[in-house]
C-alpha cells in the first residue's frame, strides 16, 4: 500500500479520460433499447430493466443508454426515466417516425430491439416498415424462438435477420433451432443466457420465520399467472405430496397477465381456487396475488424448498422465472420446455413431463425426503448459474456492443464501491475465518496468522482513508491474531483451529512466509500510528522487536520480501542493518540466476511474483542503494512482459509454474488466483510512486478489471452483493468461495484506487 497514490491515479485518469480542445464536441456513444419497460406488467420490461440497469452499473463511462418503450394506443405508462423516443405498436407510421428520429441522432450507434411476435401484431407490416427505413446498426435479442416453421413465418424471421448485425438469443436451443429450422448464419447468432441476481446466503428458516412460513415445507411457482402455466398439475399432485410431507404449503406468486384480465377476467385464478376446494387444499396453498417488489421476490424463492415449473408451452424458448428460481439454489422439478432440458440435469433438479401430475408428486416427495439433496442441488444451482448474473450478462452484450462498434469502442469497467461486508461476516470475535462455501463462513476451517495479517492491513488502509471508527475494532481483533501467534522465542505459528487451539499443520509446514507477513501487517500499521491509538503502535512496535533475531535467520524468498515491506513500513533506523541483510540476499539470489532471457530470483515463477521487486524497491526507498532500484526494475519488468498479454493480466497459472528453461511459454488457462492479482496492483502502486511512469497507472487499472470481468471467461471475480471476492478463476469456471485470502486480497487492490 502507498500513501498519495489515490489522488496520482485519480488525476491522471481524469486527464487521460477529458476530451482534448479537438474533439469537445465529442460524446459517448449512445445505445436505444427498443422494448416494453415497467411499469407496464411484463416479463420482457423487467429483463430489459434488470439488463439495463447492469449494464449502466458496470459501463456508465462506455456508452449512454436510452430506451424507447412500445405500447399500444391504449397504452399511457409514465416512466421514471426520460424518454425521447416511444413507438405506439398499433401505428404503423410511428414506426416510421421512430425511424426517421433515430436516424437524425449522430450519437446512437446501435439499436437494441427486444422482439416477441405478439408485440408488432396491432399492424401488419409496422416492424418491416421500422427496419426497412432504420439507419443505424441493430441488434435483435429473440426472446421465442418457434421451432419447425411454417413458410410464411421463416421469410419473416429471416428478413428481420437480414437487417441485423447480431441475433441474441437466451439458449443454444434457440441458437440450434435458427440456424437449422430457418437457415440464419451461425455466425450472426450470439446466445447470452438469461440474466439473474446475485445473492448472499441467507438462512432459509429465517426467511421463513419472517413471512409466517416456520416449520413448513414450502413449494412455489411465480410469475403472471395464466392457463400456460398449468398450475392445476401440482394441485392435483398436491395430495400425494401432502400424504408424505404434512407440514407441505404450495405458494401461487403472482398477478394475472394484464391481458388475460382484459379479456377474460380471473377466470383461470377462480378455476384454480376451485380446483384448491374440490380437493380439500385450503390449509396447504397460498395465493400471493401482487406484483411483488425484487427483494420480496427474491426472499420468497430463497426460502422455497423446491420450485416447480409446471408450464404446458411446448415451446417456450425461455423462462426468467425459471431462471430467477434457479439462481436462488432452488432445486427444480420443471416440465421440458427448452431452456430446462438446457439447465437442468441430475445435479440441479428433476424433469418431468408435461401434465404429468403423478411424476409431479414423485419427484416432489423424493426430494422432500432427503435434506441432503436439496443442499446439494442448491449448491450446484448457485454454481451452475454464477455465469448469468446480470454482471456477466452485461459484459457479454458490452463485448458484443464493441465488437461491432464503427468506432472502436472502449470499455471502461466501473469501479465498484468499497465494501467491507463480507470481511466483517467472516470476522468473529477472536478473528477472520479462513474459508468460506460460497459466502458462509466455514468456522471448521479456523483460522491462520496469513489471513489476519492481511486482514490488518485492510483494516488499517480503510482507517487511513475514511476514519471510520469501526476499522478500529477490525485492527484490535486481528492485531490480537499475531500476538496470539507469536511464541516465546518472538517467531509466528499459522493455523489456529476453531476451538482456537493451535493445528497440528503448524508442525508439519514452512511458515517462514507466515512470518514474513506478520512482520508487513505490523509494519504497515506503524506506518500509520499517528491516527492509531498509541496502544496499537506499542503491540506493534513490541512484536516486531521480539520477532527479531527469529526473521534473521529466513531465507524464504516471499519471506524475505514480506519482512523487508514490513521494516520499510516500520521505518526503524535501527532496523535497516536487517532490512539490508535479507535485501543483499535477494540480490544474491538474482545474480545468481540471471542470464540473458531470465532475470528473476529463482529458476521459476510461481505465486505472489511480484512481492520481489516492490520489496527491493521499497529497500531502496529506504536506503537508496542503487542496486536495489535497478534490480527491481529489471526484474519487474521482465515478469510483466509474462503476465500482460496485449494489454491484459494473466499472472501465473498455479496448475503450471513457469520455468527457466520454458522461458517463451505460458500456455496454462485457469489456476488464477486473486492475490497474485493484488501483488501485483500493490507492486504498480509502488513503482509508480518511484518512477513517475503512467504505464505503470493504466497497468494497475487493466489489472484491476481483471476482477470486474475482464479474464479469459468474462466473468466477475468481485461478487458486489456480497462483497466477497471469489476464490480463483479457473479454465471454464470461477471458484465461487469467497474465503478470506481472496476476499482481503481482493480489497487490498481496492485501496489502491480512489473512491
Known sequence: MNKNINSDVEEKTKRRSAPSKKNTINHKPEIVFISTFPPKVCGIATYCQDLI????????????????PMETEDENYQYTEKTEYRLNTSDAKSYLKLAYKINKNDNIQFIMLQHEFGFFNETQNGLSIFLRNLKKDLIITFHTVLPKPDQKLKEKVKEISSFSKSIIVMTGISADILINDYDIPSEKITVIPHGTHLLPFIDKISLKTKYGLKDKKVLSTFGLLG????????LEALPEIISQNPDVMFLIIGKTHPGIVKNEGEKYRDFLQETIKRLHLEKHTLFINQYLPLDELLDYLQLTNIYLFTSKDRNQAVSGTFSYAISCGCPIVSTPIPHALEVLNDDLGIIIDFEAPEQLSAAVNKLLKNENAQEKLRSNSLEKMAPTAWENSSISHALLFQKYSKNNMTLHYAFPIINLSHIKNMTTDFGIIQFSRINKPDINSGYTLDDNARALIVACRHYELNRDESDLDLISTYLNVIRFCQQPDGSF???VNEHKEFAQQNYETNLEDSNGRAVWALGYLLSIKTILPQQFSDDAESMIEKSLPSIAQIYSTRAMGFIIKGLHYQNSETNIPLMKK???RLVKMYQHEKHRDWHWFESYLTYGNSLLP????CAWITTKDEMYKQIAHESFQFLLSKIFIKGEIKVISNKGWLQKEMVKSNESIGGEQPIDVAYTILALSTF???????KYLLMMRSAFNWFLGKNHLHQIIYNPATGGCYDGLEEKNVNLNQGAESTVSYLMARLCFPK
Not at 516492490?614 to 524497491?617: G, I, P, V
Not at 509508480?688 to 503512467?694: I, M, P
Open 227 to 234: 392457463s400456460g402455466k398449468n398450475i392445476e398439475t401440482t
Open 53 to 68: 440497469r447492469s449494464l449502466q452499473l458496470k459501463f456508465s463511462e462506455s456508452f449512454k443508454i436510452m430506451i424507447c
Open 614 to 617: 516492490e520489496a527491493l524497491l
Open 582 to 584: 535479507l535485501a543483499n
Open 688 to 694: 509508480y510512486k518511484v518512477f513517475k511512469d503512467e
Open 493 to 495: 505459528l499459522n493455523y
